[in-house]
Each structure stands twice: as C-alpha cells, then as structure tokens.
C-alpha cells in the first residue's frame, strides 16, 4: 500500500514539474509558425512603409512607386481596361485590381503634393510602431513620428506653436493585382481631415 501511495506522490510531483517548465509543446506548433510569420510580414511591410515616406520627402514619384510595387505601364493598363470595360470582359476581381492600382496611383499624386510641407527634407521621419487593424479591409497602421531638427523648417499647430516631434497614422493596404501585390499607403479622412487642420499629435515642442 505504502509502495502504490509513494507512486501517486511521485507522479503528482513530476507532472507539477513538467507543467511549471512550460515546455514548447504545451503551445501549438500552428500558432508559433502564425505569429513568427505575422512578425516577418510586418518587418517587411514597415521597410517598405518607410521606403515609401523617404521617396515622399524626396518628392520622388518613381521611388513611392516602387515601393507601392506599381509601374507606370499597370497603372495606363488598368485606365484602359477600365475605359473599354465592355471589350474587356473583366471578372468583379480583374475589375477591383485595376481600380485599386488607379486608386493607388491618385494617392501617390495626391500625397507627393500635400504634405511636402509636413514631411520636409530636414526631418527625421521614422516609424516606431506597426499593427494590425480590422476597420473596414484588414490593414496595418504605421505609427510615424517626425522629428523637425530646424525650427524655420517645422510645422505649428492650429494654436500657432512650432512643432519639435508629432506622430502620424499611415495606414497601409495590400491588394492582389496580376499574381503579386500592390501596396497602398493613406491616411483614413478623419485623420487627414486633423492634419489638414493643424490637429497634430504633438509628442514636443521647440
């Protein structure tokens, strides 16, 4: 009886043990490989956000092309394919691909001219966050802080104070577009809406 009780203990105490060292197969392989692959997809989409915001400040349209993968012959494809969309005979899917690469193209004209003044080419333009979002399509927000180094370059708040560092949400959308993927980078319109308004999240200022 003493043998079968010590048994028991011994049992209890090893499975305490192996429970407190939280060993690798307690957690799901398909969730580790999720996350490790959600991690990866992130650090890619944030160098190519932040390729997209240093062609802005450059003001280079061909470089915020590149980095929304687009060429100029997708964009004069789909403008066709979409003005002979009776000849074209396109599915729902060919159609949205074409509209999403105009779309695309209109925000890389519309951004390169507007916010020049926000994103000038003294500043330190960053990104210091990226998550998931589920408004609307799935998309990533990037959290983009830029820093002024020069007073005269800054921007000031609808209170008429200079800027020293605010933060900015782009977000970003990807869409299937001829076996790949183009990469659209905007700004929801509430939150242009408050840029356009002086409305800054301001983090400091001069």
């Not at 690798?24 to 650090?43: I, N």
């Not at 450059?58 to 494809?77: C, F, I, P, R």
């Amino acid at each position: 009886m003493r043998n079968a009780v010590r048994l028991i203990i011994f049992a209890a105490i090893a499975a305490a043990i192996a429970a407190c060292n939280g060993k690798p197969t307690d957690q799901p392989a398909g969730k580790v490989q999720a996350e490790q692959k959600g991690t990866k997809d992130q650090g890619a989409a944030r160098a190519r956000a932040t390729s997209f915001l240093t062609a802005l400040q450059a003001g280079d349209k061909v470089k915020m092309y590149q980095a929304a993968n687009l060429t100029a012959e997708q964009v004069a494809s789909s403008r066709d394919k979409l003005i002979h969309i009776k000849q074209t005979k396109m599915t729902d899917a060919q159609r949205a691909a074409c509209e999403h690469v105009l779309k695309i193209s209109g925000d890389v004209d519309f951004y390169a001219a507007k916010l020049r003044k926000l994103v000038t080419p003294t500043a330190t333009v960053r990104i210091t966050q990226t998550a998931g979002a589920n408004g609307g399509a799935p998309h990533l927000v990037h959290t983009v802080t830029v820093t002024y180094s020069k007073k005269d370059d800054a921007v000031q708040d609808k209170t008429g104070k200079t800027v020293k560092e605010l933060k900015l949400p782009l977000q970003q959308f990807d869409y299937p577009v001829d076996a790949g993927e183009v990469h659209e980078f905007a700004f929801a319109s509430q939150d242009f809406e408050k840029m356009a308004n002086k409305e800054f999240e301001v983090v400091s200022y001069f």
